[in-house]
């Protein structure tokens, strides 16, 4: 089971959305999630005990796990690349 | 015929919003196309969340409602206004009667605009009209009349894709985020105030050179971002305010902590239940405005998490209490909202880009309004609370609620007033303030940007030469 952090401005509004869309390709492509939602201003705290960090904003800081930016999933442009790029950082 | 159907209507009106949205959500839903089960699942997704709020805010009630109380009779402030936070009064506005006929009304104007290239901003950002809804919803309620709520409503949606647009090139420049807008009215009401202030402090001499950085904003200011110790701290200062004994100062910290954790998570059952019907209403839009180049119209939370905003909301957020004890003639209690101050001060550190000095004025400008704001359309918000079945009646009625959503915006309070003080005059005022501010940014501005990027160009000619 993969751990997967979403992190947007507040924790509730673009981090619900993604992290959502992310659970659901995921189950469909046949690996196993789960994923927590918090603020931006909390990664730098949180992201060690995680295997990916996904966030709907600019996230500048250091981060020992990996970092995908998923603004297409809110836009819907581009979208499955992201997807893609996202499920293949946790097989 | 028509007596049977208002009986019913009354009838399921009585049942209450944790009934009723279900069933409103669900028709939305089968009007966007989602398939039946889809539909009643994001309705009761929705009512859960409701339930979820309404249980927060009975507990924030008996808890931090009693303790403001006690605080006012102890120390004489009259801060007796109670800011329950955005979330809460997004769960009173989907659980408004008139809110599916709102939604439509803001979807059509967002198309009817783009049709007649009014606007770039495709906005299907559904979650978000709350912002326009309410407007809609209070001035109903003020006025009693639909037609009135509707075109508030209407007016809120038309304006705010109108600055979403003007501020495009903005956020695209600073935030580095290309094609997208943010027709957010928490972000974009602060630019009501960030643009004028802006232009009149570019012109202060002296003033306009100010600009200082604090590098070390977030290592000392950071719990103020922690919604949980904020809470805890709060607590016990209101607690210690409101002459409590030490165990009952240590409880109310807790649950004051609580309370900030929690709401957020009820809010989000709102936002996951939308999520198909957003979908939907963007599968549709972006079918049918293929041939255009458009901005997508995203909530502001893609911005917030950048460094200058997060240092300027960190030190606007004490200011936010002191602004809040020292403003004569405010009531708000500032609380559930300190939490998205960084959305307050977003679009004015854009337009400033970054230069902390002003942002610090346009902030606490900004913060001011909102507190005056909301102070004098908190009696209006409770009324409404209260008919959808949340009764935050606390000493009798001695505590309103308010927040910094819904007229606590500038942008929404001046439309609120607009729409509900005399129309013969108002409804003028408005309509001279709408169409100079369009064609201040449609014609004068653009032709002005034209100009210096000639000067511009042609000094570099010179220089060349």
């Known amino acids: 089971m993969k751990r997967v952090l979403v992190a947007c401005g507040n924790g509730i509004a673009t981090s619900t959305v993604v992290a959502s869309k992310i659970r659901d390709y995921a189950k469909g492509k046949g690996v196993e999630i789960t994923t927590t939602q918090c603020k931006l201003m909390e990664v730098a705290g949180k992201a060690d005990y995680f295997d990916l960090v996904v966030t709907t904003g600019q996230f500048s800081g250091n981060s020992t796990t990996p970092v995908v930016r998923a603004l297409s999933l809110l836009t819907g442009i581009g979208q499955e690349a992201t997807l893609e790029s996202i499920v293949d950082h946790l097989r | 015929m028509f007596d049977a159907i208002m009986t019913g209507f009354n009838w399921f009106m009585s049942a209450g919003a944790t009934v009723m949205l279900p069933v409103i959500i669900t028709i939305i839903g089968l009007i966007f196309g989602l398939k039946l089960t889809t539909a009643f699942k994001s309705g009761l997704t929705l009512g859960i969340g409701f339930a979820g709020i309404n249980l927060i805010l009975d507990f924030m009630k008996t808890n931090v409602g ?38 439509f009304a803001i979807l059509a104007t967002n198309v009817i605009m783009l049709i007649l290239k009014a606007t770039n ?3 299907v950002d559904i979650w978000n009209y709350h912002h326009m809804a309410i407007v809609g ?23 705010t894709f109108k600055i979403a647009d003007w501020s495009q090139p903005m956020v695209e420049d600073f935030f580095g985020i290309p094609g997208v807008s943010l027709p957010t009215i928490s972000a974009t009401s602060t630019l009501l105030i960030a643009w004028p202030l802006n232009w009149l402090l570019d ?3 002296g003033v306009n050179k100010i600009n200082f950085t604090l590098k070390d904003a977030q290592k000392y200011l950071g719990f103020f971002g922690d919604q949980m110790i904020m809470g805890l701290v709060l607590g016990l200062v ?31 059952m709102f936002m996951e239940g939308l999520i198909p019907i957003s979908e939907a209403a963007q599968k549709w839009s972006q079918e049918k405005f293929k041939d255009r180049k458009l901005f997508i119209g995203l909530d502001a939370a893609v911005v917030v998490g950048n460094q200058d905003v997060i240092t300027t909301a960190l030190i606007i957020i004490p200011l936010t209490i002191a602004l ?16 998205i101050v960084p959305f307050r001060v977003a679009l004015a550190v854009a337009l400033t880009r970054g230069n902390l000095f002003k942002n610090l004025i346009i902030g606490l400008v900004t913060t001011a309004s909102l507190l005056y704001c909301g102070s004098l359309t908190a009696p209006f918000l409770t009324s409404i609370a209260e008919n959808v079945g949340i009764d935050m009646a606390i000493a009798g009625g001695a505590i309103l609620i308010s927040s910094f959503a819904a ?4 942008h929404s309070f001046l439309v609120f007033m607009a729409f509900t003080g005399k129309l013969m005059f108002t409804m003028p005022i408005m309509v001279v303030v709408i169409a100079a501010t369009w064609y201040y940014f449609e014609k004068i501005k653009p032709n002005k940007k034209q100009l210096i990027e000639a000067e511009v160009i042609e000094t570099h000619s010179i220089e060349n030469y």
């Open chain 2, 121 to 123: 901003t495709l906005d």
């Open chain 2, 203 to 205: 012109r202060i001499p």
């Open chain 2, 238 to 268: 209101i607690g210690g305010l409101a002459g409590y004994d030490l165990a009952s100062v240590l409880k109310l910290g807790v649950s004051m902590s609580a309370v900030l954790v929690l709401i957020p998570k009820m809010t989000a």
């Open chain 2, 324 to 339: 809040a004890v020292i403003l004569p003639g405010n009531r708000v209690l500032p609380f559930a909202d300190l939490a």
């Open chain 2, 66 to 103: 009693t303790a403001a109380k006690a605080m006012v009779d102890n120390i004489g402030v009259d801060l007796d206004v109670l800011d329950v936070g955005w979330g809460s009064i997004a769960a009173i506005t989907w659980a408004s009667p008139i809110i599916a006929i709102l939604i």
């Open chain 2, 137 to 159: 919803i209070m001035v109903h309620y003020v006025t009693g009349n639909v037609l009135l709520g509707v075109a508030a409503s209407v007016v809120m949606a038309a304006t």
């Open chain 2, 407 to 410: 007229t606590s915006l500038i």
